[in-house]
């Protein structure tokens, strides 16, 4: 089974900076959609950014301009750079892969929605 792995986020001031670092455990063979979703308190989760795998990225209304996705194929990895940070940007950070093929001894598996555990991204004012 593949596990997506977050990490950086943290505590952080308002107009500073992070970096959201999330890879994907079990090297699977191929991935499609990567991306990254947030969850503020009370709110639904939403869509912040996603990359395919020929770089094509796409990116909320509210964060286009601050924050770039990109992903490593190679290392099965996503990341995401998020500059002049606003309090509303105060969110638990989900990695997601849309789709993903891998083998579990000689079976192509294909998994779909897969959910990473989440990490806090708190803006101060």
């Known amino acids: 089974q593949v596990q997506l792995v977050e990490s950086g986020g943290g505590l952080v001031q308002?107009?500073?900076?992070?970096?959201?670092?999330?890879?994907?455990?079990?090297?699977?063979?191929?991935i499609n959609i990567m991306g990254w979703y947030r969850q503020a308190p009370g709110k639904q989760r939403e869509l912040v950014a996603t990359v395919?795998?020929?770089?094509?990225?796409?990116?909320a209304d509210s964060?286009?301009?601050?924050?770039?996705?990109?992903?490593?194929?190679?290392k099965h990895a996503v990341y995401l750079q998020m500059n002049s940070l606003k309090p509303e940007d105060t969110a638990v950070y989900?990695?997601?892969v849309d789709r993903l093929l891998r083998y579990s001894g000689d079976v192509l598996r294909d998994d779909t929605d897969i959910w990473g555990k989440g990490t806090l991204v708190t803006v101060s004012s």
């Open 94 to 96: 989900y990695c997601y």
């Open 14 to 30: 308002a107009g500073g900076s992070l970096r959201l670092s999330c890879a994907a455990s079990g090297s699977p063979f191929s």
């Open 63 to 74: 964060v286009k301009g601050r924050f770039t996705i990109s992903r490593d194929n190679a």
């Open 52 to 59: 395919n795998g020929g770089h094509v990225t796409n990116y």
